[in-house]
Protein backbone atom coordinates (compact mmCIF):
# COMPACT_ATOMS: atom_id res chain seq x y z
CA UNK A 1 0.00 0.00 0.00
CA UNK A 2 1.01 4.00 -1.07
CA UNK A 3 0.32 6.60 1.32
CA UNK A 4 -0.45 9.90 0.16
CA UNK A 5 2.55 12.10 -1.02
CA UNK A 6 2.96 16.28 -1.36
CA UNK A 7 4.67 18.06 -3.69
CA UNK A 8 8.06 19.68 -3.13
CA UNK A 9 8.67 22.81 -3.71
CA UNK A 10 11.06 23.73 -6.48
CA UNK A 11 11.76 20.14 -6.77
CA UNK A 12 8.70 18.99 -8.95
CA UNK A 13 9.00 15.54 -7.52
CA UNK A 14 6.97 13.34 -4.95
CA UNK A 15 8.13 12.15 -2.07
CA UNK A 16 5.68 9.28 -0.88
CA UNK A 17 4.97 9.01 3.32
CA UNK A 18 2.91 5.80 3.34
CA UNK A 19 0.27 3.84 1.80
CA UNK A 20 -3.07 4.20 1.05
CA UNK A 21 -5.19 0.73 -0.47
CA UNK A 22 -2.83 0.49 -2.99
CA UNK A 23 -3.07 3.90 -4.57
CA UNK A 24 -0.23 6.43 -4.62
CA UNK A 25 -1.71 10.17 -3.38
CA UNK A 26 0.07 13.41 -3.53
CA UNK A 27 -1.46 16.50 -1.79
CA UNK A 28 -1.68 19.69 -4.17
CA UNK A 29 -0.10 22.54 -2.02
CA UNK A 30 0.99 22.11 1.70
CA UNK A 31 1.55 24.54 4.65
CA UNK A 32 0.95 24.34 7.97
CA UNK A 33 -0.13 26.59 10.84
CA UNK A 34 0.47 26.43 14.77
CA UNK A 35 -1.50 24.84 17.46
CA UNK A 36 -5.45 25.10 18.45
CA UNK A 37 -7.76 22.74 18.83
CA UNK A 38 -10.72 21.34 17.38
CA UNK A 39 -14.49 22.00 17.44
CA UNK A 40 -15.26 18.50 19.70
CA UNK A 41 -11.58 19.53 21.75
CA UNK A 42 -11.52 21.62 24.99
CA UNK A 43 -10.89 24.64 22.54
CA UNK A 44 -7.90 25.97 20.61
CA UNK A 45 -4.94 27.08 22.32
CA UNK A 46 -3.69 30.81 22.18
CA UNK A 47 -0.29 31.00 19.52
CA UNK A 48 2.45 32.65 21.16
CA UNK A 49 4.59 33.23 18.43
CA UNK A 50 4.33 36.66 16.48
CA UNK A 51 4.54 37.25 12.93
CA UNK A 52 6.81 40.13 13.08
CA UNK A 53 9.31 38.10 11.54
CA UNK A 54 7.84 37.07 8.10
CA UNK A 55 9.86 39.46 6.16
CA UNK A 56 9.82 39.69 2.43
CA UNK A 57 13.01 37.17 2.36
CA UNK A 58 11.51 34.50 4.57
CA UNK A 59 8.47 34.17 2.75
CA UNK A 60 9.80 33.53 -0.33
CA UNK A 61 12.06 31.09 0.75
CA UNK A 62 9.32 29.16 2.68
CA UNK A 63 8.92 25.32 1.17
CA UNK A 64 6.07 23.18 0.92
CA UNK A 65 5.85 20.36 2.86
CA UNK A 66 5.02 16.22 2.84
CA UNK A 67 1.98 15.31 3.55
CA UNK A 68 2.39 12.16 5.82
CA UNK A 69 0.57 9.31 6.33
CA UNK A 70 -3.32 10.24 6.43
CA UNK A 71 -3.97 7.75 9.16
CA UNK A 72 -6.39 4.57 9.56
CA UNK A 73 -9.38 6.43 9.12
CA UNK A 74 -9.08 7.41 5.88
CA UNK A 75 -8.78 3.68 4.74
CA UNK A 76 -11.45 2.52 6.82
CA UNK A 77 -14.07 4.89 6.24
CA UNK A 78 -12.70 5.18 2.30
CA UNK A 79 -16.12 5.64 -0.15
CA UNK A 80 -18.55 6.28 2.85
CA UNK A 81 -20.30 9.78 2.39
CA UNK A 82 -19.70 12.84 4.62
CA UNK A 83 -22.36 13.78 6.32
CA UNK A 84 -24.80 16.16 4.92
CA UNK A 85 -27.81 18.96 6.29
CA UNK A 86 -29.28 21.33 4.82
CA UNK A 87 -27.95 23.45 2.04
CA UNK A 88 -26.71 26.49 3.49
CA UNK A 89 -25.69 29.88 1.32
CA UNK A 90 -23.89 32.61 3.47
CA UNK A 91 -23.80 35.54 0.93
CA UNK A 92 -20.09 37.71 0.69
CA UNK A 93 -19.77 41.31 2.20
CA UNK A 94 -20.76 42.60 -1.50
CA UNK A 95 -22.22 40.38 -4.00
CA UNK A 96 -21.82 39.46 -7.97
CA UNK A 97 -23.97 37.99 -10.46
CA UNK A 98 -22.83 35.00 -10.38
CA UNK A 99 -21.09 32.09 -12.46
CA UNK A 100 -19.04 33.26 -15.79
CA UNK A 101 -17.51 30.32 -17.08
CA UNK A 102 -14.03 30.22 -18.31
CA UNK A 103 -12.13 26.81 -18.32
CA UNK A 104 -8.61 27.14 -16.54
CA UNK A 105 -6.52 24.57 -16.32
CA UNK A 106 -3.59 26.73 -14.00
CA UNK A 107 -3.26 30.42 -15.12
CA UNK A 108 -2.75 33.98 -13.23
CA UNK A 109 -5.55 35.36 -11.96
CA UNK A 110 -5.74 38.58 -13.83
CA UNK A 111 -9.42 39.53 -13.26
CA UNK A 112 -9.00 41.61 -10.42
CA UNK A 113 -12.16 42.02 -7.93
CA UNK A 114 -12.53 40.93 -4.44
CA UNK A 115 -10.77 37.55 -4.88
CA UNK A 116 -7.47 39.64 -4.89
CA UNK A 117 -8.08 40.99 -1.85
CA UNK A 118 -9.28 37.92 0.23
CA UNK A 119 -7.58 35.36 -1.09
CA UNK A 120 -3.64 35.23 0.22
CA UNK A 121 -0.66 32.94 1.44
CA UNK A 122 -0.07 31.53 4.54
CA UNK A 123 3.31 31.45 6.44
CA UNK A 124 3.89 28.78 9.34
CA UNK A 125 7.03 27.13 11.33
CA UNK A 126 6.37 23.37 11.04
CA UNK A 127 9.27 20.72 12.28
CA UNK A 128 11.82 23.72 12.41
CA UNK A 129 10.90 24.68 8.99
CA UNK A 130 9.40 27.93 7.29
CA UNK A 131 5.99 26.58 5.13
CA UNK A 132 3.14 28.34 3.46
CA UNK A 133 -0.29 27.10 2.66
CA UNK A 134 -2.72 29.36 0.92
CA UNK A 135 -6.13 30.84 2.84
CA UNK A 136 -9.20 32.97 1.99
CA UNK A 137 -10.72 35.22 4.18
CA UNK A 138 -14.60 34.96 4.57
CA UNK A 139 -17.92 36.40 6.14
CA UNK A 140 -17.99 35.92 9.35
CA UNK A 141 -19.49 37.10 12.59
CA UNK A 142 -16.39 38.09 14.25
CA UNK A 143 -14.76 39.15 10.87
CA UNK A 144 -11.50 37.41 11.35
CA UNK A 145 -12.14 34.14 9.92
CA UNK A 146 -10.07 31.95 7.43
CA UNK A 147 -10.44 29.02 5.81
CA UNK A 148 -8.18 26.49 4.62
CA UNK A 149 -6.73 22.86 4.46
CA UNK A 150 -6.82 21.05 7.80
CA UNK A 151 -3.04 19.95 6.93
CA UNK A 152 -2.33 23.96 6.80
CA UNK A 153 -2.57 24.11 10.40
CA UNK A 154 -2.14 20.52 11.65
CA UNK A 155 0.02 17.27 10.46
CA UNK A 156 1.42 14.52 11.56
CA UNK A 157 -0.14 15.40 15.06
CA UNK A 158 1.68 18.32 15.72
CA UNK A 159 0.02 21.89 15.15
CA UNK A 160 2.00 24.26 13.23
CA UNK A 161 3.21 27.64 15.28
CA UNK A 162 3.39 31.41 13.76
CA UNK A 163 0.54 30.73 11.75
CA UNK A 164 0.13 34.33 9.76
CA UNK A 165 -2.22 35.22 6.97
CA UNK A 166 -0.92 37.64 4.70
CA UNK A 167 -3.90 38.39 1.89
CA UNK A 168 -3.38 39.88 -1.54
CA UNK A 169 0.21 38.80 -1.26
CA UNK A 170 1.74 39.52 -4.51
CA UNK A 171 5.92 38.99 -5.21
CA UNK A 172 7.09 39.25 -1.40
CA UNK A 173 4.58 41.97 -0.88
CA UNK A 174 2.04 42.31 2.14
CA UNK A 175 -0.40 45.29 0.87
CA UNK A 176 -3.28 44.77 3.06
CA UNK A 177 -0.74 43.30 6.32
CA UNK A 178 0.27 40.40 7.78
CA UNK A 179 -2.13 39.01 10.69
CA UNK A 180 -1.26 36.46 13.07
CA UNK A 181 -3.53 34.04 14.29
CA UNK A 182 -4.86 33.64 17.71
CA UNK A 183 -6.23 30.04 16.74
CA UNK A 184 -6.56 27.80 14.51
CA UNK A 185 -9.04 24.76 14.41
CA UNK A 186 -9.87 21.89 12.14
CA UNK A 187 -12.13 19.27 11.68
CA UNK A 188 -12.49 16.49 14.36
CA UNK A 189 -11.97 13.78 11.72
CA UNK A 190 -8.49 15.13 10.57
CA UNK A 191 -7.13 15.75 14.10
CA UNK A 192 -8.10 12.54 14.73
CA UNK A 193 -6.76 10.53 12.43
CA UNK A 194 -6.22 12.91 9.45
CA UNK A 195 -9.02 11.24 6.59
CA UNK A 196 -8.79 13.29 3.61
CA UNK A 197 -12.39 13.61 3.44
CA UNK A 198 -12.25 16.25 6.06
CA UNK A 199 -9.60 18.22 5.42
CA UNK A 200 -10.69 21.14 6.38
CA UNK A 201 -8.87 23.99 8.54
CA UNK A 202 -9.74 27.31 9.99
CA UNK A 203 -8.00 30.34 11.73
CA UNK A 204 -9.54 33.70 13.90
CA UNK A 205 -6.59 35.71 13.54
CA UNK A 206 -5.92 38.97 15.46
CA UNK A 207 -6.77 42.45 15.24
CA UNK A 208 -4.29 44.60 13.38
CA UNK A 209 -3.45 48.23 13.94
CA UNK A 210 -7.19 48.08 15.67
CA UNK A 211 -8.68 46.78 12.70
CA UNK A 212 -10.08 43.01 12.14
CA UNK A 213 -9.42 41.43 8.67
CA UNK A 214 -12.62 41.19 6.74
CA UNK A 215 -13.04 45.56 7.47
CA UNK A 216 -9.98 45.71 5.66
CA UNK A 217 -10.44 43.08 3.01
CA UNK A 218 -13.63 41.89 2.56
CA UNK A 219 -15.01 38.36 3.11
CA UNK A 220 -16.21 35.63 0.10
CA UNK A 221 -19.42 33.80 1.21
CA UNK A 222 -19.73 29.95 1.86
CA UNK A 223 -22.15 27.19 0.98
CA UNK A 224 -22.13 24.06 2.62
CA UNK A 225 -24.20 20.75 1.69
CA UNK A 226 -24.56 21.69 -1.94
CA UNK A 227 -24.94 19.87 -4.98
CA UNK A 228 -21.82 18.28 -6.66
CA UNK A 229 -20.81 18.73 -9.87
CA UNK A 230 -21.69 22.37 -10.24
CA UNK A 231 -19.09 25.01 -12.01
CA UNK A 232 -16.21 25.62 -9.62
CA UNK A 233 -13.07 27.85 -9.54
CA UNK A 234 -10.13 27.21 -7.42
CA UNK A 235 -7.26 29.49 -6.60
CA UNK A 236 -4.61 29.06 -4.63
CA UNK A 237 -0.65 29.96 -4.34
CA UNK A 238 1.18 27.10 -5.81
CA UNK A 239 5.03 27.25 -5.21
CA UNK A 240 6.61 23.94 -6.93
CA UNK A 241 7.42 23.79 -10.40
CA UNK A 242 6.27 25.46 -12.54
CA UNK A 243 5.06 28.01 -10.60
CA UNK A 244 6.81 29.86 -7.76
CA UNK A 245 4.13 31.02 -5.09
CA UNK A 246 4.58 34.51 -6.52
CA UNK A 247 1.31 35.62 -8.03
CA UNK A 248 -2.35 34.39 -7.09
CA UNK A 249 -3.22 31.38 -9.59
CA UNK A 250 -6.55 29.50 -10.17
CA UNK A 251 -8.19 26.94 -12.60
CA UNK A 252 -12.07 26.78 -13.00
CA UNK A 253 -14.18 24.52 -14.97
CA UNK A 254 -17.06 21.86 -14.38
CA UNK A 255 -16.44 19.90 -11.12
CA UNK A 256 -16.81 16.33 -10.62
CA UNK A 257 -17.15 13.60 -7.96
CA UNK A 258 -14.18 11.81 -7.00
CA UNK A 259 -14.71 8.04 -8.14
CA UNK A 260 -11.70 6.55 -6.60
CA UNK A 261 -11.01 6.80 -3.05
CA UNK A 262 -12.65 9.72 -1.75
CA UNK A 263 -16.11 11.53 -1.42
CA UNK A 264 -14.18 14.92 -2.56
CA UNK A 265 -14.88 17.49 -5.75
CA UNK A 266 -12.23 16.83 -8.35
CA UNK A 267 -11.50 20.06 -10.86
CA UNK A 268 -9.23 19.56 -14.09
CA UNK A 269 -5.99 21.66 -12.39
CA UNK A 270 -2.08 21.67 -12.67
CA UNK A 271 -1.92 23.60 -9.08
CA UNK A 272 0.92 22.78 -7.25
CA UNK A 273 2.36 22.46 -3.60
CA UNK A 274 1.83 25.35 -1.82
CA UNK A 275 -1.74 25.99 -3.19
CA UNK A 276 -3.28 23.96 -0.26
CA UNK A 277 -6.20 25.32 1.36
CA UNK A 278 -6.63 27.76 -1.62
CA UNK A 279 -10.75 28.41 -1.39
CA UNK A 280 -12.92 26.69 -3.89
CA UNK A 281 -15.83 28.77 -5.07
CA UNK A 282 -19.31 28.18 -6.76
CA UNK A 283 -21.69 31.11 -8.10
CA UNK A 284 -18.35 32.85 -8.61
CA UNK A 285 -18.42 36.27 -10.16
CA UNK A 286 -15.02 36.95 -12.88
CA UNK A 287 -16.18 40.32 -12.77
CA UNK A 288 -16.75 41.06 -9.04
CA UNK A 289 -14.37 38.39 -7.68
CA UNK A 290 -16.39 37.20 -5.35
CA UNK A 291 -18.67 33.88 -4.83
CA UNK A 292 -19.51 30.78 -2.67
CA UNK A 293 -16.72 29.15 -0.67
CA UNK A 294 -17.26 25.42 -1.24
CA UNK A 295 -13.95 23.64 -0.58
CA UNK A 296 -10.33 23.54 -0.21
CA UNK A 297 -7.24 22.87 -2.48
CA UNK A 298 -6.66 19.42 -0.98
CA UNK A 299 -4.85 16.72 -2.44
CA UNK A 300 -4.04 15.08 -6.21
CA UNK A 301 -3.70 11.58 -7.30
CA UNK A 302 0.20 11.08 -8.92
CA UNK A 303 -1.43 9.59 -11.44
CA UNK A 304 -3.40 12.25 -12.13
CA UNK A 305 -1.34 14.86 -12.31
CA UNK A 306 -3.73 17.47 -13.98
CA UNK A 307 -6.62 16.71 -11.25
CA UNK A 308 -7.14 18.40 -8.04
CA UNK A 309 -9.36 17.31 -5.17
CA UNK A 310 -11.20 19.57 -2.73
CA UNK A 311 -13.35 18.12 0.41
CA UNK A 312 -17.11 18.44 0.24
CA UNK A 313 -17.96 21.14 2.58
CA UNK A 314 -20.74 19.16 4.65
CA UNK A 315 -22.25 19.44 8.32
CA UNK A 316 -18.47 18.97 9.63
CA UNK A 317 -16.88 22.14 7.97
CA UNK A 318 -20.20 23.99 8.55
CA UNK A 319 -19.65 23.04 12.60
CA UNK A 320 -16.35 23.90 11.89
CA UNK A 321 -16.75 27.48 10.68
CA UNK A 322 -19.27 28.31 13.02
CA UNK A 323 -17.08 27.43 15.57
CA UNK A 324 -14.45 29.24 14.00
CA UNK A 325 -16.78 32.69 13.75
CA UNK A 326 -18.29 32.65 16.91
CA UNK A 327 -14.60 32.55 19.04
Not at 98 to 114: L, N
Not at 211 to 234: I, R
Not at 266 to 278: E, N
Request: aromatic fraction near 10%; hydrophobic fraction near 30%; charge should be negative.
Amino acid sequence: MTYPRHIRKGAGALVATGTLLGLVLQTAPASADSGAGTPDSAGPTTLQERSSGWTAERMRSATSLDLPDVGSGAVKDAGKAVPRGEELRIPPLVGGEGDKASPEGGGAWSGGGDVTETTGRVFFKYGGKDASCSGNAVTSDNASTVMTAGHCVKMQGKWHTDWTFVPGYHDGEAPHGKWSAGKTLTTPQWDAGEDMDYDVGAAVVKPLDGKKLTDVVGGQGLSFNAPYNSTMYAFGFPAADPYDGEELTYCSGRAFQDFLLSKDHALSCDMTGGASGGPWFTEFDEASGTGLQSSVNSFKYNFMPNAMFGPYFGEDAQTLYETAQSS
